[in-house]
């Protein structure tokens, strides 16, 4: 305690003389207070070192990094206290929501992780704690510190690629799980022994992952019973188990998939909301796992006899589909369903394309320009076919999400992009489009079985155990994946099916529509640009107040708008390819969109439908302004007088004549009214002069509260706030300089001028029209 309150440098310092001085007795009272103080509390009260703030710029970095690496002094006082078997307690309230809710039940949830470790005691379930081993409570720590709610008082913005949190989570998951060689063993050992190895396994005792009735591997290893003739490789293989299982509970399982089913939809209102650091993470996580399952060695994917197997190499084979895959479906699909529409998705898009994408990790380099042309391998068609949801039904999701969104935007235009280049990867069409027919086999063709029961990950289904039939029917693997994930009563949409179809021929509309929209916007930018020279600071350029741009933000101007054009035209040519569009095909398509289309259609009013308070946008209307081809007039109708000060407006000028309006308004404004409303010349001079030029503004369409409000405005006035204008001011500035020119000085020039503007008016009085 008291070394905290030191410099950051020197309390490091301290802590590692403790570490290495003190017994492992006394640590164990300290190290539920030492963790907590480095990655906070679980209920965001204590904050930690916020290692998620950390950058590498910053000069505790190297210090913290040191201190909480793999090898470094904290993981020293684990495996310290891990010799000695000490247990510590979380509260199950911590835990992710559907295990938790599983928990107060009365069930014991089929999380590995909890085997062996709940004590449902008599006085309830609401006090119920997990009694966690040093290494998984160092664990559980650190991965809640990520989930955790905490009360910043700054909010930084930092990037969360370059944080120290990130960075160890990478560093954490090369050392466990390797992809090169083994898990390093403790380098700490005293006298009882290894550190805690868990029981030896059985050679023939095969991965199960989260299978309800089956014992799995993990449930037998973590079970902290020391044994010296255990193999080293399977005594070390439980802090890959243990890191994995903790990383994948708490950032992936917060989605239950049993409501899932029943609603066979995404839209649960689930109280966690991921962030984009989470999503991050779980894409670092993603990826990672990939290049360790795709770093087991040839001769361990071919050989069928999995007895002279490994524990890590047996766990390399099954880690992403006994492990991940069902988490992480339901996971993206909240997101996809629940995220906002915004540029932000793509932490969650390039999440979901990195799974899908596992021959990307494979280690083997590439040349990025005949990448874009490589065959997908036909080995990779077995992954396809048992992640088919993650293809196809994800790819459904986005279709929704994308069609509502405004492709004018780069960011968003981006996006498409993306996905429809990885879809349109040579050969993995087709090996989605198998998948498809698999599953739609009839039942007749899985002649091995008496009835339907599609095992799943999480009820039992592996085709690694010795134990059980080793099933070869890829239909049977199919339909075992979708109907895991989706229930038996599922009704599955096809991606190359008619349905899904049209709405990617809409997709293709949008898109075309998109692409103009930026071309105009383009070509207007130019306009504009030209047109606005230096002489728009006298307020000769465009005055106008309420132009904008049709579509699009700010930033999608200029090179912007060709970047949104290139995307938008390499995503059709990838969507015809992937869906088998010829160019015909695609002409019609545009043909028929460009019918009912026509230059003067970004001038008409949205599609609309009349309701009872005015004009409601139809979906056709929505999509007309989300991509910017149809608009409504947005101008300014409130008082003429009290609009924004221009920029060719002098301030101090504009307030000084309102003012002196005001007074002369309210003081002669019956004068001014009757005036006005003489039907002789008097009176058709007065509207001239006094009117405001909203007064005889054409019909255009009001909305009933402006045209209540507008009645006002219209009143007979005195405007003087065309001289605070620059260009008023330097055309009387020359005035007065080419009367000096005659001999004239300001007195004599100033009624000259008047009686000019004067008669210039009346010339242009309506009366003489």
């Known amino acids: 305690m008291d070394s905290t309150t030191k410099p950051f440098l020197q309390c490091c310092q301290e802590l590692v003389k403790v570490i290495d001085d003190y017994p492992a007795k006394e640590l164990h009272l300290i190290f539920p207070w030492l963790v907590e103080s480095v990655f906070g509390s679980l209920d965001g009260v204590i904050v930690g070192w916020n290692l998620g703030f950390l950058q590498a710029c910053s000069n505790q970095y190297n210090i913290v990094m040191d201190f909480l690496n793999p090898s470094g002094p904290m993981m020293k006082l684990v495996y310290k206290l891990q010799a000695e078997e000490y247990k510590y307690e979380i509260p199950v309230s911590f835990l992710p929501g559907p295990v938790k809710v599983s ?418 916007i383009s070509d207007q930018s130019a306009e504009v640009a030209a047109n606005n020279s230096f002489m728009s600071w006298f307020g000769m350029g465009s005055p106008d107040l309420n132009y904008t741009f049709n579509g699009g933000e700010v930033d999608d101007t200029g090179a912007c708008v060709k970047k949104t054009h290139e995307f938008l035209e390499r995503s059709l040519d990838y969507l015809c390819q992937i869906f088998r569009l010829n160019a015909g095909q695609l002409s019609q398509l545009m043909a028929t969109l460009g019918s009912g289309q026509d230059d003067g259609n970004s001038k008409q009013l949205p599609d609309c439908v009349q309701g009872e308070n005015g004009l409601i946008l139809t979906d056709l209307g929505r999509m007309q302004v989300i991509n910017g081809l149809r608009r409504f007039e947005i101008e300014y109708q409130g008082d003429p007088e009290l609009q924004p000060i221009r920029s060719y407006e002098n301030a101090i000028l504009v307030r000084l004549f309102f003012k002196i309006s005001s007074l002369v308004n309210e003081r002669f404004g019956g004068h001014m009214d009757a005036l006005c409303s003489r039907p002789d010349f008097l009176g058709q001079l007065g509207r001239h002069y006094l009117a405001s030029p909203e007064a005889a503004a054409d019909g255009r369409r009001r909305s009933p509260e402006t045209r209540l409000t507008a009645e006002r405005y219209r009143r007979p006035r005195l405007s003087l706030r065309m001289l605070a204008s620059y260009r008023t001011l330097l055309m009387l500035l020359l005035l007065y300089l080419f009367g000096a020119l005659f001999s004239f000085g300001p007195m004599s020039s100033t009624p000259l001028i008047l009686t000019g503007g004067f008669l210039y008016g009346l010339l242009s009085c309506p009366v003489w029209r």
């Not at 998984?136 to 650190?142: H, K, L, P, W």
């Not at 040839?298 to 999995?306: G, N, R």
């Open 103 to 520: 928990i107060q039940e009365g069930v014991l949830p089929d999380c590995p992780l909890l085997n062996n470790k709940l004590h449902f005691p008599l006085s309830g379930l609401q006090t119920l704690s997990l009694a966690l081993n040093p290494f998984e409570y160092y664990m559980f720590m650190f991965a809640s510190s990520l989930i955790t709610p905490k009360n910043y008082s700054l909010r930084q913005h930092v990037s969360s690629l370059d944080s120290a949190y990130f960075v160890l989570v990478d560093t954490y998951l090369k050392y466990f799980l390797p992809t090169e060689g083994s898990v390093p063993p403790s380098p700490f050992t005293y006298k009882r022994g290894s550190v805690s190895p868990p029981a030896p396994r059985a050679p023939s005792v095969p991965f199960v992952g989260y299978g309800i009735h089956s014992t799995s591997l993990l449930k037998r290893h973590i079970s902290h019973q020391p044994s010296v003739t255990a193999d080293p490789a399977a005594q070390e293989i439980w802090r890959s188990e243990a890191l994995l299982q903790v990383f994948v509970e708490m950032w992936l399982h917060h989605y239950s998939l049993e409501i899932y089913q029943k609603l066979q939809s995404p839209q649960l209102k689930e109280p966690f909301t991921p962030t984009e650091e989470h999503v991050l993470v779980v894409r670092l996580l993603v990826k990672h796992l990939h290049a360790f399952s795709c770093s087991l060695k040839p001769e361990q994917v071919s050989s069928s006899a999995h007895s002279h197997t490994s524990p890590l190499e047996e766990l390399k084979r099954v880690v992403v589909h006994r492990f991940v895959q069902q988490k992480l479906y339901v996971f993206l699909q909240h997101c996809f369903g629940h995220w906002p529409l915004d540029a932000s998705f793509r932490v969650v898009l390039e999440t979901w394309l990195s799974y899908i994408q596992p021959w990307r990790y494979t280690g083997e380099k590439t040349n990025p320009q005949t990448d874009q042309n490589k065959v997908v391998p036909e080995k990779w068609s077995l992954f396809v076919q048992e992640n088919l949801l993650m293809y196809t039904k994800l790819f459904q999701g986005f279709l929704n999400r994308v069609v509502r969104t405004d492709l004018v935007n780069v960011k968003n235009a981006l996006m498409v992009f993306r996905v429809a280049k990885v879809f349109a990867q040579p050969n993995l069409s087709e090996m989605i489009q198998k998948g498809e027919q698999l599953f739609l086999e009839p039942e007749h063709v899985l002649h091995h079985r008496q009835h339907r029961c599609f095992l799943s990950p999480g009820h039992g289904g592996s085709f690694l155990s010795a134990r059980q039939p080793v099933v070869t029917d890829r239909v049977f693997r199919v339909k075992s994946h979708v109907y895991g994930l989706e229930g038996q009563d599922c009704q599955y949409k096809q991606m190359f099916g008619t349905e899904l179809r049209g709405t990617v021929l809409k997709l293709i509309q949008i898109i075309d529509q998109a692409r103009q929209t930026a071309k105009k």
